[in-house]
């Protein structure tokens, strides 16, 4: 069975009303204009005719790019969005190309669907139609916490079950298709993959506009490197195990726990934050 389930038996009758019926739901979304396009970006891997067994989620800040608010005086950026700057990280788009030839790929940031909207647009261009899925803060699980390095910033996850259970049902693949065996998480903040079974997430360290001659996504550089050999693994969380990489995992061991184990707690708890 195509793991998109019936998406691919219907797609000749799709087409025959759309070549009838030119004001069908087909395709007024078609002839939507490019504004709602983009408001669709959890949505625009919908069309994609088959899927690779094996997926990665990515983070935008810290990982493709440098996200900094309030702009810096000492640096022109490639564009400012929201009032931020935007740092292009060095070889990102060599590194989106490598990942879409290995992976599926997806995007899950942790801000404001807005703005992960005008950054994907600006980052990628026509490449975000290959995406997966592009997913916000709004996929995120919420706490009543503010981050130990931010207090102004809410502690959240991004919780791959979501993915595996298909919490979308407009996700094309059937649920389990995806599992934490054939999926990986790469984030620069260790704490947004708690939710998440070990060794599912790789935490690279944060990239930062300052950082000279960082080539992590080139040719060579240790994170295409990485990549490649988790790539030809049978075991995608087995691989991730035996190679450690990045930042570690947070665990009972970490300085930080306690705190941790509180916000993980309060969810179980059902905690309301108001």
């Not at 204009?33 to 919908?46: M, P, Q, R, V």
């Not at 060794?199 to 240790?222: C, M, R």
Request: charged share 30%; hydrophobic share 35%; with cysteine.
């Amino acid at each position: 069975m195509d793991p998109r389930g019936k998406t691919l038996s219907t797609e000749s009758t799709v087409a025959d009303e759309r070549k009838t019926d030119k004001k069908t739901v087909s395709a007024s979304v078609i002839n939507e204009d490019l504004s709602s396009e983009i408001s669709k970006c959890s949505l625009i891997g919908a069309q994609v005719p088959s899927l690779k067994k094996r997926l990665i989620v990515l983070d935008i800040n810290g990982l493709l790019a440098d996200v900094v608010s309030p702009p810096p005086k000492d640096r022109k950026a490639d564009a400012t969005i929201a009032r931020r700057a935007i740092f292009k990280r060095p070889f990102y788009l060599e590194f989106l190309e490598f990942c879409f030839e290995k992976f599926e790929v997806g995007i899950w940031s942790s801000r404001l669907k807005k703005n992960v909207d005008l950054v994907v647009n600006f980052l990628m261009g026509d490449m975000k139609k290959r995406l997966l899925f592009c997913w916000d803060l709004s996929h995120c699980t919420g706490t009543c916490f503010k981050t130990l390095e931010n207090k102004h910033k809410d502690v959240v996850f991004k919780d791959l079950r979501k993915i595996w259970d298909k919490y979308d049902p407009n996700l094309p693949w059937e649920k389990g298709y995806y599992n934490e065996s054939n999926t990986l998480l790469l984030d620069d903040s260790p704490y947004k993959a708690l939710l998440n079974p070990p060794n599912t997430s790789v935490f690279p360290h944060t990239f930062s506009y300052q950082v000279e001659n960082d080539n992590s996504l080139g040719e060579g550089g240790e994170l295409r490197v990485y990549l490649d050999g988790l790539a030809n693994a049978e075991d995608m969380a087995k691989y991730v195990e035996e190679h450690p990489f990045g930042q570690e995992r947070i665990s009972e061991t970490s300085q930080s726990w306690n705190f941790y184990r509180q916000v993980i707690d309060s969810l179980s708890a059902g905690q309301n934050c108001s």
